[in-house]
């Protein structure tokens, strides 16, 4: 599981990398879509005490999303918390 994950965060290079301009929150709102950070989003809500690996896991693999995350904590706080449909391919598009 933890070498998917960092497969598919490594594959999300380009999140926060397009330089628009539309404002950080989307970029947190486009991780929400994403099958690396629904799994971790799993993670994290089976056992909250993983919150520090995943999110070192994430600085490691993609530093800008790392950026989006600081710059946007309230907004990556509540996507954590938001309910994960177990139900929904986790395969990205």
Do not use: C, W
């Not at 947190?28 to 056992?47: E, G, S």
């Amino acid at each position: 599981l933890k070498e998917r994950i960092d497969n598919e965060i490594a594959q999300s290079r380009t999140v926060g990398q397009d330089g628009g301009n539309e404002p950080e929150y989307d970029g947190i709102a486009q991780l929400r879509h994403n099958p690396a950070i629904k799994q971790l989003r799993l993670v994290v809500q089976r056992d909250p005490t993983m919150l520090h690996d995943v999110i070192m896991e994430i600085e490691r693999a993609n530093p800008n999303i790392t950026r989006l995350i600081q710059e946007n904590q309230e907004a990556f706080v509540q996507l954590l918390n938001e309910r994960v449909d177990q139900n929904e391919p986790m395969k990205q598009e």
